[in-house]
């Protein structure tokens, strides 16, 4: 699927003026209507821009329908950030206008939540009742936190390191805990940690 950066400058041309109609006068406009819209004589010209929306992602088109085509309207999901907050000494108040994606955590096909238990990697930032969003993955990274099935019965998060091609290190974030090593056979990586919610 092409990209809307990816557009050529005609197609360009012909989504803004399908979202301009739209907007003025609240319906989608005509292939006849398009290409005088955007200074061509073609129908079929502007047929050929609108299939190229189509696959690109862009518009939806409708067949059995007179004015059958339709944009897409893509709603982002974030949190405005208002500044920043020490955790340690105090710092002075900065607003800035960054914004906070969310949508890749929540919509991502690949990615679920758990719901933590216990206490092993609190030095992680990851307490008891917290939510981790995970993303699926067959592959460790040694920085990231993991969800790993160990004899296909017991889910846990912890970091991993690699000891050999047949040993695997659990290692938890909480001194309390003690670091554990499995064959590489009794472990199942099921993701890593990418977001987190803790609600109060």
Do not use: C
Request: hydrophobic share 35%; proline share 2%.
């Amino acid at each position: 699927m092409k990209e809307y950066s990816t557009l050529t400058t005609k197609e360009q041309k012909t989504y803004d003026f399908i979202v301009r109609y739209s907007k003025k006068y609240g319906k989608y406009p005509l292939l006849t209507e398009i290409a005088k819209g955007i200074g061509i004589t073609s129908k079929g010209v502007a047929h050929r821009y609108v299939k190229s929306l189509e696959k690109a992602g862009k518009i939806l088109r409708f067949s059995n329908k007179h004015r059958g085509i339709s944009t897409i309207e893509k709603k982002s999901l974030f949190l405005k950030s208002l500044g920043r907050i020490a955790a340690g000494g105090p710092i002075e108040a900065i607003s800035d206008q960054q914004r906070i994606e969310l949508e890749y955590l929540f919509t991502n096909k690949k990615s679920y939540a758990l719901k933590v238990k216990g206490e092993s990697m609190i030095d992680a930032g990851i307490n008891d009742g917290d939510w981790v969003i995970i993303e699926e993955s067959k592959k460790f990274y040694k920085s990231k936190v993991h969800v790993i099935l160990v004899d296909n019965q017991d889910v846990t998060l912890k970091y991993i390191e690699k000891i050999s091609s047949e040993e695997i290190k659990l290692i938890p974030a909480n001194k309390a805990y003690k670091e554990k090593i499995y064959s590489v056979e009794r472990i199942s990586i099921q993701g890593y940690v990418v977001g987190q919610v803790r609600i109060y």
